[in-house]
């Protein structure tokens, strides 16, 4: 059974900084893509970066510049870093995988392309 596990997020004001993690139960990072997602009330799931098994990432255009993905395999733990925070960043935060193989490019920020998903946590950005 694959579970994730995300942490870290809060409060901050703009222009701050998290870090949110996620740690992987049931697998180890290969052959797999991973990725955080957000949604926001009202609004639907939105792709905000994902890091494929080859090391490549891919960034939603509203984060680029701002946030940074990366995984550590040694911890099977996933990061988003979150510079520059503003306060539309704020949502509910999601860690997701899918295995299975390749994911096409256009696929990548897709929320239905991911068959496993963390609980979330929230993020809140006052202004």
């Known amino acids: 059974q694959v579970q994730l596990v995300e942490s870290g997020g809060g409060s901050v004001q703009a222009g701050g900084s998290l870090r949110l993690s996620c740690a992987a139960f049931?697998?180890?990072?290969?052959?797999?893509?991973m990725g955080w997602f957000r949604q926001a009330p009202g609004k639907e799931r939105e792709g905000v970066a994902i890091?494929?098994?080859?090391?490549?990432?891919s960034y939603a255009d509203s984060v680029k510049g701002r946030f940074t993905i990366s995984q550590d395999n040694a911890k099977n733990t996933l990061y988003l870093q979150m510079n520059s925070l503003k306060s539309e960043d704020t949502a509910m935060y999601y860690c997701a995988a899918v295995d299975g193989g390749p994911v096409p490019l256009s696929q990548l920020l897709a929320a239905g392309t991911y068959n496993y998903w963390g609980q979330g946590i929230q993020v809140t950005v006052s202004s």
């Open positions: 049931g697998y180890t990072y290969t052959n797999i893509c």
């Open positions: 890091i494929d098994s080859d090391g490549s990432t």
